[in-house]
């Protein structure tokens, strides 16, 4: 069965500090895909970043960057300076046929 | 490019009354399709999900219904909401394989009263 899980419910910073977003997942596939959204206050998901199984580079894309360890499971997701618009709910998700499975998802206040 | 619009923004409907939710897609063709609903404060369920026209797979049974008439239109129905219907609704749509990116509608905030 495939399982997201996102431990962190709530995350609170004050502007220009780093925060790491865990994201662990399950799934007995070899071949699968992970993502990334984001969630302003207005509600829509905006995508940010899809990473398949047999990649593990770490990307990076301005403030933003993606630790991918298989042996782990996880795919963190890290803001570098964080600024208020940075402010959202963040999904991680798995993709397996046809079907996303997200995770709970976390909170990120950063405060000025 | 591709957009995704969803209609009403916002809905207030009194316990008992039907539902009618609607989502288009622009600028692609034979498009994947889904129905998401988010409880407040809650992660995304999956509800249905749509590979072609009349093709409808359902993820949870509940007293609502998926239709797909048109090849880049999915409306989502229930004769007769509940209080527990209430929630934001999200559409979404994706191309090619089962892995592709998933790209968001606006979204639809539904208070069942």
């Known amino acids: 069965a495939q399982k997201v899980t996102q431990a962190q419910t709530e995350i609170s910073v004050v502007e220009k500090e780093d925060v790491t977003l865990d994201c662990v997942y399950e799934?007995?596939?070899?071949?699968?895909?992970l993502f990334w959204y984001k969630q302003p206050p207005s509600g829509e998901l905006v995508f940010l970043i899809r990473?398949?199984?047999?990649?593990?580079q770490n990307e990076i894309s301005g403030r933003y960057s993606w630790n991918f360890q298989k042996s782990t499971s996880s795919f963190n997701f890290t803001i570098t300076a964080s600024q208020v618009v940075d402010s959202a709910v963040y999904f991680c998700?798995?993709?397996?046929?046809?079907?996303?499975?997200f995770g709970s998802g976390t909170k990120l206040n950063v405060k000025p | 490019s591709q957009t995704i619009h969803q209609w009403p923004a916002t809905l207030v409907q009194p316990v008992g009354s039907p539902l009618s939710l609607e989502c288009t897609v622009e600028?692609?063709?034979?498009?994947?399709l889904y129905w998401y609903r988010q409880a407040a404060g809650r992660g995304l369920q999956l509800l249905f999900y749509?590979?072609?026209?009349?093709?409808i797979s359902s993820e949870v049974p509940q007293n609502l219904s998926a239709s797909r008439p048109q090849d880049r239109q999915f409306i989502l129905s229930s004769k007769k909401l509940l209080l527990s219907d209430s929630g934001f609704y999200l559409c979404?749509?994706?191309?090619?394989?089962?892995?592709?990116?998933?790209?968001f509608g606006p979204g639809t905030r539904l208070t069942v009263l």
């Open positions: 979404a749509w994706s191309v090619g394989v089962s892995t592709d990116t998933q790209y």
């Open positions: 799934t007995r596939d070899t071949t699968y895909y």
């Open positions: 990473r398949n199984s047999f990649d593990e």
């Open positions: 998700a798995l993709s397996y046929f046809n079907k996303f499975y």
């Open positions: 600028g692609t063709s034979n498009p994947n």
């Open positions: 749509s590979v072609g026209i009349g093709q």
